[in-house]
């Protein structure tokens, strides 16, 4: 598969603005510890955030339009 430098570029700018809203929800408003007590479980908070950035990241990725 070859990357496309105009679908990366919109990728990896979709990834730092969602990253840092993932990071400013979870560190400031929502706090890491409450969704710790939520969810029981260290690994599945960090496995479901690492999936909130990546699967979108490749949705943009693979529904840009190459002109």
Known sequence: MKLKKRKLKF????FVCWFAFLVLLVDGILKFQTL???FG???LVEI????L?????LAVYFFTKEK
């Open 36 to 38: 710790l007590d939520y």
């Open 11 to 14: 990728a990896a700018i979709f």
């Open 41 to 43: 479980s260290y690994m």
């Open 53 to 57: 950035v990546i699967l979108p990241t």
């Open 48 to 51: 479901s955030l690492i999936l």
